[in-house]
């Protein structure tokens, strides 16, 4: 009876070894194969690579960008005017430029964007809007060079269409770091209430200079002044917003074959 206690428990153990071993070996090839979600972008889940060739077992990458924001102070003996942006924000603005159009625009761009804008500008609005929209676009431009440092990690480039109703607008943007403006747009009359058409242009023209980036505005089609605008500034930000992403496949490495931008 005992030697037969003994062969039972021997063949269980044997058993249970057989088991314990094809076990083992089942978890750590599933675990050496099974994909991970382990690198984030601003909390956005992006990669699916085994984990063996992603990192080390015990440690995950993380990719992440250094707080973008600045504040601009641009005093001149026309204008005097505060920007502060946050481009990781959530679309809030706090607008307070004396011209009512140009705030409205302002917040198209800060909620497609996803950049939270904050400007109070003083201008000589009893000549006329011309220098207080320059100058707002002017420094724009300079908080949106000042934040993005050496544009390591982006995406760069960005580009959006945008309908209103009958209006549709196109704008592409390279963060190249050489200023130029294409301006493709015939607004069907000269004024929108009382804003000044014309000094849309002179906005964007500030900016492009100072931010040091590459734009092209069209409008496709429209009959609606206010539409047109409308839509070019929510593709205006919808662009930005693409361009200034951040890329996981680019990492630590700048956006060009120069090396620099």
Same mark, same amino acid.
């Given at each position: 009876?005992?030697?037969?206690?003994?062969?039972? +428990?021997?063949?269980?153990?044997?058993?249970? !070894?057989? !088991?314990?071993?094809?076990?083992?070996?089942?978890?750590?090839?599933?675990?050496?194969?099974?994909?991970?979600?382990?690198?984030?972008?601003?909390?956005?889940?992006?990669?699916?690579? &085994?984990?063996?060739?992603?990192? %080390?077992? %015990?440690?995950?990458?993380?990719?992440?960008?250094?707080?973008? +924001?600045?504040?601009?102070?641009?005093?001149?003996?026309?204008?005097?005017?505060?920007?502060?942006?946050? /481009?990781?924000? *959530?679309?809030?603005?706090?607008?307070?430029?004396?011209?009512? !159009?140009?705030?409205?625009?302002?917040?198209?761009?800060?909620?497609?964007?996803?950049?939270?804008? *904050?400007?109070?500008?003083?201008?000589?609005?009893?000549?006329?809007?011309?220098?207080?929209?320059?100058?707002?676009?002017?420094?724009?431009?300079?908080?949106?060079?000042?934040?993005?440092?050496?544009?390591?990690?982006?995406?760069?480039?960005?580009?959006?269409?945008?309908?209103?109703?009958?209006? /549709?607008?196109?704008?592409?943007?390279?963060?190249?770091?050489? &200023?130029? $403006?294409?301006?493709?747009?015939?607004?069907?009359?000269?004024?929108?209430? *009382?804003?000044?058409?014309?000094? /849309?242009?002179?906005?964007?023209?500030?900016?492009?200079?100072?931010?040091?980036?590459?734009?092209?505005? *069209?409008?496709?089609?429209?009959? %609606?002044?206010?539409?047109?605008?409308?839509?070019?500034?929510?593709?205006?930000?919808?662009? $930005?917003?693409?361009? /200034?992403?951040?890329?996981?496949?680019?990492?630590?490495?700048?956006?060009?074959?120069?090396?620099? $931008?």
């Amino acid at each position: 009876v005992l030697s037969d206690i003994l062969i039972i +428990t021997f063949r269980l153990d044997f058993l249970f !070894f057989i !088991f314990l071993f094809s076990f083992l070996f089942l978890f750590f090839f599933f675990f050496k194969q099974k994909t991970a979600y382990e690198i984030s972008v601003t909390g956005v889940q992006t990669c699916a690579l &085994p984990i063996y060739k992603l990192c %080390n077992l %015990n440690s995950t990458t993380e990719l992440s960008m250094a707080s973008r +924001t600045a504040k601009i102070e641009r005093n001149t003996l026309e204008t005097q005017i505060q920007v502060g942006i946050n /481009l990781d924000g *959530d679309g809030q603005a706090k607008l307070a430029i004396g011209v009512p !159009f140009l705030e409205h625009m302002l917040d198209q761009v800060a909620r497609h964007g996803l950049i939270d804008l *904050d400007i109070k500008a003083t201008g000589d609005l009893e000549i006329d809007a011309h220098h207080t929209v320059e100058d707002v676009g002017i420094s724009l431009g300079q908080a949106f060079a000042q934040t993005m440092g050496d544009k390591k990690g982006i995406r760069r480039y960005g580009h959006a269409y945008v309908p209103l109703d009958e209006a /549709l607008s196109r704008v592409v943007i390279d963060f190249s770091g050489r &200023p130029g $403006l294409e301006y493709a747009v015939d607004f069907p009359r000269a004024r929108i209430g *009382d804003f000044d058409v014309d000094l /849309l242009r002179e906005f964007f023209q500030g900016f492009v200079n100072h931010a040091h980036v590459t734009l092209h505005i *069209d409008s496709i089609r429209g009959k %609606n002044a206010h539409h047109i605008a409308e839509t070019i500034f929510k593709a205006f930000g919808r662009a $930005l917003r693409i361009a /200034l992403e951040a890329d996981p496949r680019m990492a630590g490495i700048t956006p060009s074959t120069k090396g620099s $931008l």
